[in-house]
């Protein structure tokens, strides 16, 4: 600490001091403390002459991360020591070896999962990628590294208001599209829904802004609504003798921005904006019985929805998660959720497998089901020969989804997500039952590999030595352990005809006089503008490519040379590989079509002559709109908007190949927009629409369809606009013209 100023002293002690206080009931040794220092001190060492965005000593930053391991996530010692000095090894001079020296072998193995990967990657994938493969690949052996990295990740989000804006989309992004769904895989309930709402304040700021103020203005009538809605159970509870608490709590602002944009309401449409929970203190043998009590009770003063009753108790998801839900009717006509769960299930439901670890030796049905996903994950671990990207997809695919419970013929339980076919229980018995398959029986009727289960099934299947794993399969399959047996058994046998393209090749070559070298089939790959060789010789073998071409680059002494025509600047900086440790950035990409790298590109402006740039399909984006240029491969720069349905992927997977991007302040160009909205069906509707779009609002239409359905209409029309003004202005007055109810942007 000697090189520190006096003033950062006080602001890290201070923070160190908070981190021993709500670590007090988790450090169960006496060396724990000791330890625990002996890490601060070594930190704030390695760190003492880095500082953070905002300013602050970096050492702020890995005491934060730990204080939210053991004060939010629950962990011990070793994980608060490991959290300290999480970031040593990636951004100072300490190496694994020396943590392992100073603090252990545990502790360089779980440093090791949090420490990215240096130099440089394939363009086809992405750092992100790589570095979010690697830690996964740690989480069979050690799970604390996951939570470390979510603790991390949370500080992160917390602290982004002093990145670049442009930074602060792609790292909550990133957060949305794997960390929030890790966190709620592994049941951090409380991690994951502020990982959400903190993404949602950088990805969509205006309406993360709009649905918290409409929140905030609302929390006066919501918690005078609850005390009215509860008081008359609480009377009731108290007679029963059972010890609970109970309290009132909104939605999350991600969940009801989900709701709107999933039913197509607004704020004021949504009838389940906040749930009451009742937490009992119940002996664990009484727990289910406890809350049953209270389900009667409740059920006895409000009508319950019976399409709303969820038993997470009976049967937890695989997450961990037990508790029983049912929605209710309030006397004043709102629907309100109503959750039930003892105090052990409340710390699952907000710690997950952290506090899982709390109770496992006396509650094995959890236990069960941690480890059947973490087996699934290592499943998944083991079969790693799969592509970055693949490897992300088929992890993630299971992360939130919705579950059901069907029956073995002999009546065991298996839990598979909500559409998963036949074909994923087969795999889910075992990769090789699952790779034999060929149909299934579906209570007692038979079904094709494709049919999609409901919970309640009893599935028997039916199996064949002559099967094989078909490419079709990827179709339909939904779970991640089917997805990876079939692309590992197709990997087989690409490999198996690629020994035949080989033999062909080789054959060919000879004929020609030249000779079976490496650099030799490196220049047919690009002739034939293929990946690898693999893929060459299987293309062989499967008579996809006409062997003559080589003939054309053939020269003296046996070997090939492919000359391929010049390409543009875009064209050639992705086509090339990077060199060893070299990184193919922003400013690099914006300097060879040039632009100024301190600079967004300016769309319509003279710095993009030498390379065209188009508006993606997806989302249409138009001047007014948030927007980014996305680098593509093959067809240059693509223009989307922020909230595009495939910005957060993109963001996400290719962060290395997103570019700043806006607006030219003026533009004459009209740009097609799409807009849907909704009505009750009087006379005049349609002359009143196109009177107001052609004759008030100047704009042309290029197709107007309206549908009308027992006094109910739906519309689609198709326009052009200048911007977002533009189309804001049509808008607004297509709301005030009598029977549209909703208007809508559809891209």
Request: proline share 3%.
């Amino acid at each position: 600490m000697k090189d520190y100023s006096e003033s950062d002293k006080k602001i890290i002690l201070k923070d160190y001091r908070g981190l021993l206080r709500a670590s007090k009931k988790f450090r169960t040794k006496p060396e724990d403390t000791a330890y625990i220092r002996k890490a601060f001190n070594y930190a704030a060492d390695a760190h003492k002459s880095m500082r953070r965005k905002s300013g602050e000593p970096y050492i702020t930053h890995p005491i934060a991360v730990a204080r939210i391991c053991t004060e939010e996530i629950g962990l011990g010692a070793t994980s608060i020591v490991c959290a300290l000095l999480h970031d040593t090894v990636e951004d100072t001079d300490v190496t694994l070896e020396d943590i392992e020296t100073i603090f252990g072998r545990r502790e360089k193995r779980i440093i090791d999962g949090l420490t990215k990967i240096s130099g440089a990657f394939d363009l086809s994938t992405s750092d992100q990628a790589e570095n979010f493969r690697k830690m996964i690949l740690t989480l069979p052996d050690d799970v604390r590294v996951i939570f470390i990295k979510l603790a991390d990740r949370l500080h992160n989000m917390r602290t982004l208001e002093s990145m670049r804006s442009d930074k602060q989309r792609k790292i909550a992004s990133e957060t949305l599209f794997l960390y929030a769904p890790l966190a709620h895989r592994l049941g951090l309930n409380a991690v994951k829904t502020e990982l959400e709402d903190l993404s949602l304040k950088y990805t969509e700021p205006d309406i993360y802004k709009e649905i918290s103020n409409k929140l905030r203005k609302s929390q006066e009538i919501r918690t005078r609504f609850i005390s009215q809605f509860i008081s008359p159970l609480k009377k009731e509870l108290d007679k029963t003798g059972l010890s609970y608490t109970i309290k009132g709590r909104p939605k999350s602002i991600y969940s009801i921005y989900n709701k709107i944009k999933k039913k197509k309401v607004t704020f004021e449409e949504i009838y389940d904006l906040f749930a009451v929970r009742i937490i009992l203190n119940s002996k664990m043998e009484d727990e289910k019985t406890d809350c049953w009590r209270v389900y009667s009770v409740v059920t006895d003063f409000y009508r319950p929805n019976p399409d709303r009753l969820r038993d997470w108790i009976t049967n937890p998801r695989s997450n961990g998660y037990e508790s029983l839900h049912t929605t209710v009717m309030s006397p004043t006509g709102k629907w309100v959720e109503i959750q039930i769960r003892s105090e052990r299930m409340d710390e699952i439901a907000e710690k997950g497998m952290a506090a899982h670890w709390k109770y496992k030796d006396s509650k094995k049905k959890i236990e069960n089901k941690f480890d059947a996903w973490i087996n699934k994950v290592r499943d998944l671990v083991e079969n790693n020969e799969t592509d970055t990207l693949d490897f992300i997809e088929d992890f993630k695919l299971n992360l939130y989804a919705e579950e059901i419970y069907v029956f073995t013929p002999n009546g065991d339980l298996r839990t598979l997500p909500k559409n998963a076919t036949s074909l994923d229980f087969a795999f889910d018995i075992h990769g090789d039952i699952g790779k034999k398959c060929i149909g299934a029986k579906v209570n007692h009727k038979l079904v094709p590999l494709s049919h999609q289960l409901s919970s309640g099934d009893q599935v028997e299947i039916i199996t064949s030595n002559k099967q094989s794993p078909k490419e079709a399969w990827l179709d339909f399959v939904v779970t991640s352990k089917a997805r990876s047996n079939i692309k590992q058994s197709l990997r087989e046998e690409v490999k198996k005809s690629a020994e035949q393209g080989k033999e062909m090749l080789m054959r060919k070559l000879r004929s020609l006089n030249v000779n079976f070298t490496d650099k030799n089939i490196s220049e047919i790959v690009k002739l034939y503008e293929l990946k690898d060789s693999l893929e060459l010789s299987f293309k062989i073998a499967k008579g996809k490519i006409d062997l003559s071409k080589i003939k054309s680059i053939v020269i003296k002494g046996g070997n090939l040379k492919f000359e391929k025509e010049p390409q543009n600047a875009l064209t050639s900086l992705f086509r090339r590989k990077p060199k060893e440790e070299e990184k193919l950035d922003q400013r690099e990409i914006i300097s060879n079509f040039g632009g100024k790298s301190s600079e967004a590109i300016i769309l319509g402006d003279d710095s993009l002559k030498q390379v065209d740039y188009k508006i993606a399909k997806c989302c249409s984006p138009i001047p007014g709109d948030d927007v980014f240029g996305f680098l593509t491969i093959n067809d240059g720069i693509k223009i989307h908007r922020t909230n595009c349905k495939n910005a957060v992927q993109l963001m996400s997977k290719y962060a290395y190949r997103v570019l700043t991007a806006k607006w030219k302040s003026q533009t004459l160009k009209e740009f097609s927009v799409g807009i849907e909205f909704t009505g009750i069906d009087g006379m005049g509707i349609i002359h009143s629409l196109t009177s107001l779009i052609t004759s008030s609002l100047s704009i042309n239409i290029k197709s107007l369809n309206i549908a009308s359905d027992d006094g109910i209409f739906k519309g689609e029309l198709k326009a052009l606009v200048h911007d977002t003004k533009h189309l804001d202005d049509m808008m607004n007055k297509m709301k005030k013209i009598k029977g549209i109810k909703t208007v809508e942007r559809t891209y």
